[in-house]
């Protein structure tokens, strides 16, 4: 069974009740579960983490290259900033589909660019929820 390592960047623990106009009302938990089930129909065994630090995503991605066969990350307002991110997914080799709910092209002019996308396979955005289980399913092909 092909493992997935599913990673939620800051503050997406808020989802269902942080800006909801912009984020939705489905919170994490929903999110996951979906996943989960998707997962389950695709032989696919999922590990979802969720974290408000750079370093602790930075770790996870380190840890998982030899554990994982792909990397779907939801990198938040990291996306906008963090380099080490980037490095740790680019020095992991991992297939990586970068997501997001919202469309961060139509954003403020700050969110307009990722250092994820270039060391991803793919980036999907702006479908709400929908980002996460379309970027599932993208890395179950491609795997």
């Not at 750079?54 to 307002?77: H, Q």
């Not at 002019?109 to 991803?120: G, N």
Request: glycine letters at 8%; zero cysteines; charged letters at 20%.
């Amino acid at each position: 069974m092909k493992k997935i390592l599913v990673i939620h960047g800051p503050n997406l623990n808020l989802l269902g009740t942080r800006e909801p106009k912009v984020y939705g009302k489905t919170t994490l938990a929903q999110i996951n579960r979906k996943l989960q089930n998707i997962a389950k129909k695709r032989k696919l065994s999922l590990t979802i983490k969720q974290s408000n630090h750079e370093g602790e995503i930075v770790d996870l991605i380190g840890r998982a290259k030899k554990k994982f066969s792909g990397l779907l990350i939801n990198p938040a307002a990291y996306t906008h900033t963090s380099v080490a991110i980037r490095d740790a997914i680019a020095a992991s080799g991992l297939l990586t589909i970068e997501v997001h709910l919202s469309n961060i092209y139509s954003r403020e002019e700050f969110r307009h660019h990722s250092l994820i996308t270039a060391v991803a396979k793919g980036a999907i955005l702006g479908f709400g929820e929908e980002s996460y289980y379309l970027g599932l399913e993208a890395l179950a092909d491609l795997i």
